[in-house]
């Protein structure tokens, strides 16, 4: 006779226990409704899955999200942290944790902070999602400015200057061949970037005699 090897304490044992030992996915109650469409999303998107509108979340869904930045479109309009420096040096772990949390190298990050001038350290595709990536920021002990590319009006061009004169209220800028003076008020003003262009127009190349057929060569 087949002896039974079978426990039956453990077969008790098996029987309690839960078939799912956790919640998979997100609870009814913990879904977000998109007021344009009316569908319900997962807490931890920004815009909505099946129309793109922006999402209405609470601080506490807000603080569930990880902000994953994409590279914009050159047509998108987008948001610009720009990092503003203390003037003190960022510790090798921040910035390990800022690359991580931006998707950019630690070695390029290193470089920013160490030029110790505002400069712009990521891109944002929403006001939203550049509020979450900034207050991480500030939680490392970064502080950052959000500009966005509708304010900096890049599709501008650029006007020519031949002068400016600067007053405690306001800029004056006065455009090169006119008399045209436009003003800024010192509210009004963001950024002012300092440079020179150093382009030079491509130059034509002179033929060698030795490209041309011997019959045609001449001295050049």
């Known amino acids: 006779m087949q002896e039974d090897n079978q426990n039956p304490d453990a077969e008790d044992f098996l029987k309690e226990l839960p078939i799912q030992t956790e919640e998979i996915g997100y609870r009814p109650d913990e879904m977000i409704s998109c007021e344009k469409c009316l569908r319900t999303n997962p807490p931890n998107r920004l815009k909505c899955m099946y129309c793109g509108s922006e999402l209405e979340l609470s601080d506490e869904q807000t603080a569930g999200i990880a902000p994953v930045l994409r590279k914009l479109e050159i047509w998108e309009n987008g948001f610009n942290l720009i990092y503003l420096p203390k003037g003190e040096n960022v510790s090798a772990g921040t910035t390990t944790q800022v690359a991580k949390l931006i998707g950019l190298e630690s070695e390029v990050l290193q470089k920013i902070f160490e030029a110790n001038k505002n400069l712009?350290?990521?891109?944002?595709?929403?006001?939203?999602?550049?509020?979450?990536?900034?207050?991480?920021?500030?939680?490392?002990?970064?502080?950052?400015?959000?500009?966005?590319?509708?304010?900096?009006?890049?599709?501008?061009?650029?006007?020519?200057?031949?002068?400016?004169?600067?007053?405690?209220?306001?800029?004056?800028?006065?455009?090169?061949?006119?008399?045209?003076?436009?003003?800024?008020?010192?509210?009004?003003?963001?950024?002012?970037?300092?440079?020179?262009?150093?382009?030079?127009?491509?130059?034509?190349?002179?033929?060698?005699?030795?490209?041309?057929p011997k019959r045609l060569r001449t001295k050049l």
Request: proline share 4%; aromatic share 4%; no cysteine.
């Open 120 to 212: 712009p350290i990521a891109r944002a595709e929403s006001a939203k999602e550049a509020e979450i990536l900034q207050d991480r920021l500030r939680d490392l002990s970064l502080e950052t400015s959000v500009i966005s590319d509708e304010l900096l009006a890049a599709e501008n061009t650029p006007k020519r200057l031949r002068g400016l004169e600067f007053h405690d209220d306001k800029i004056l800028l006065i455009l090169f061949n006119n008399d045209e003076v436009e003003e800024i008020k010192a509210e009004d003003l963001i950024l002012i970037v300092s440079g020179a262009n150093r382009s030079k127009p491509a130059r034509k190349a002179k033929p060698k005699s030795w490209m041309l």
